[in-house]
């Protein structure tokens, strides 16, 4: 992953200043007290002074932590790059270049953004959840933070969504491979013709087999999600065709409005390896949305519970 001198620098100060918050930022700060008693109300869930102090020494430790990665990141691009990193950093390609640029390109103009865009958001402090609109909780801003600053191969927003891995997911009605057709008729910037190019899809997915938080995420989606946006939903697991097919004719009646969703196996996991949606330290439920080739927005380590509220807040940010 490239990377550069004057962002890891200055993000490396900026994450220790507390600043006032800012709707639609998310800074990389632990989250407020109201985290602390999800789930209560009222003043007798407010925790004590003690556990008050706790928490600032653990911000305050995981904030020392990312800045002493963040110096070591500085040191290693520094040597690599003989000094020439502040440079490159200030030489972001513009969106409209992408024609010209190809994937490798276009993910290493996306990894020098992606620097310029942590820079801005971590001079503001959020302590914003999904209640207040945002499709990300502090603690997977954080994470994805974390993975940015060590380099993690993995797909970001920004980066190219790959067509073809859809080509091989098997269709649950009759256990056949989508194949080239099938794959088109699906993704809307292939050429789908029940969407225009300019469409988008929001893929759920999760490796675990029979996974019980997929399942429940699902019925969430079906029963919060207008007819519209559950066309637009793919939902990608590893359970056999057959087994997909009978949990869909148990759960979800015709005239639900559910069975808009499209449901798809990914036995091998290729599809999973391709997006990279198998988790560096465990399996979980991920959540993309795709559009015109690109990974608009990405969600890991999503709870079922949440699901409906990320996925509604995502397409609110990405339609502002």
């Given at each position: 992953?490239?990377?550069?001198?004057?962002?890891?620098?200055?993000?490396?100060?900026?994450?220790?200043?507390?600043?006032?918050?800012?709707?639609?930022?998310?800074?990389?700060?632990?989250?407020?007290?109201?985290?602390?008693?999800?789930?209560?109300?009222?003043?007798?869930?407010?925790?004590?002074?003690?556990?008050?102090?706790?928490?600032?020494?653990?911000?305050?430790?995981?904030?020392?932590?990312?800045?002493?990665?963040?110096?070591?990141?500085?040191?290693?691009?520094?040597?690599?790059?003989?000094?020439?990193?502040?440079?490159?950093?200030?030489?972001?390609?513009?969106?409209?270049?992408?024609?010209?640029?190809?994937?490798?390109?276009?993910?290493?103009?996306?990894?020098?953004?992606?620097?310029?865009?942590?820079?801005?958001?971590?001079?503001?402090?959020?302590?914003?959840?999904?209640?207040?609109?945002?499709?990300?909780?502090?603690?997977?801003?954080?994470?994805?933070?974390?993975?940015v600053f060590k380099g993690i191969n993995r797909l970001y927003e920004g980066d190219p969504?790959?067509?073809?891995?859809?080509?091989?997911?098997?269709?649950?009605?009759?256990?056949?491979?989508?194949?080239?057709?099938?794959?088109?008729?699906?993704?809307?910037?292939?050429?789908?013709?029940?969407?225009?190019?300019?469409?988008?899809?929001?893929?759920?997915?999760?490796?675990?087999?029979?996974?019980?938080?997929?399942?429940?995420?699902?019925?969430?989606?079906?029963?919060?999600?207008?007819?519209?946006?559950?066309?637009?939903?793919?939902?990608?697991?590893?359970?056999?065709?057959?087994?997909?097919?009978?949990?869909?004719?148990?759960?979800?009646?015709?005239?639900?409005?559910?069975?808009?969703?499209?449901?798809?196996?990914?036995?091998?996991?290729?599809?999973?390896?391709?997006?990279?949606?198998?988790?560096?330290?465990?399996?979980?439920?991920?959540?993309?949305?795709?559009?015109?080739?690109?990974?608009?927005?990405?969600?890991?380590?999503?709870?079922?519970?949440?699901?409906?509220?990320?996925?509604?807040?995502?397409?609110?940010?990405?339609?502002?």
């Amino acid at each position: 992953m490239t990377s550069y001198s004057t962002a890891a620098a200055a993000i490396t100060v900026a994450i220790l200043i507390t600043a006032s918050s800012s709707p639609g930022t998310v800074a990389f700060t632990a989250p407020s007290t109201s985290h602390l008693t999800r789930g209560g109300s009222g003043t007798s869930n407010i925790a004590s002074s003690s556990s008050l102090q706790g928490m600032k020494r653990n911000k305050f430790s995981k904030q020392q932590e990312l800045a002493a990665k963040m110096e070591e990141a500085k040191r290693l691009r520094e040597q690599g790059d003989g000094g020439g990193a502040t440079a490159a950093a200030e030489e972001i390609t513009k969106p409209s270049d992408n024609a010209q640029l190809s994937d490798k390109e276009i993910k290493e103009r996306n990894d020098r953004q992606r620097f310029a865009d942590m820079l801005e958001n971590s001079m503001t402090s959020s302590n914003g959840d999904l209640g207040d609109g945002y499709y990300l909780t502090v603690e997977q801003e954080n994470e994805n933070a974390e993975a940015v600053f060590k380099g993690i191969n993995r797909l970001y927003e920004g980066d190219p969504a790959p067509s073809s891995p859809f080509t091989e997911l098997l269709n649950i009605d009759n256990g056949e491979p989508l194949g080239q057709g099938g794959m088109k008729r699906l993704v809307p910037w292939e050429g789908s013709r029940s969407a225009s190019s300019s469409d988008f899809m929001i893929v759920v997915t999760d490796p675990r087999p029979k996974s019980v938080e997929l399942r429940t995420a699902m019925k969430r989606l079906a029963g919060a999600l207008s007819a519209d946006m559950l066309a637009k939903c793919v939902v990608i697991n590893t359970d056999t065709p057959a087994e997909n097919r009978r949990f869909v004719k148990k759960n979800f009646s015709e005239d639900s409005g559910a069975d808009k969703m499209t449901v798809l196996t990914d036995e091998k996991m290729d599809w999973m390896r391709e997006y990279t949606a198998l988790g560096e330290k465990r399996f979980s439920i991920s959540m993309f949305i795709l559009k015109e080739g690109k990974c608009e927005k990405i969600a890991r380590e999503v709870e079922a519970e949440s699901m409906t509220e990320t996925v509604k807040n995502a397409i609110r940010g990405m339609l502002r």
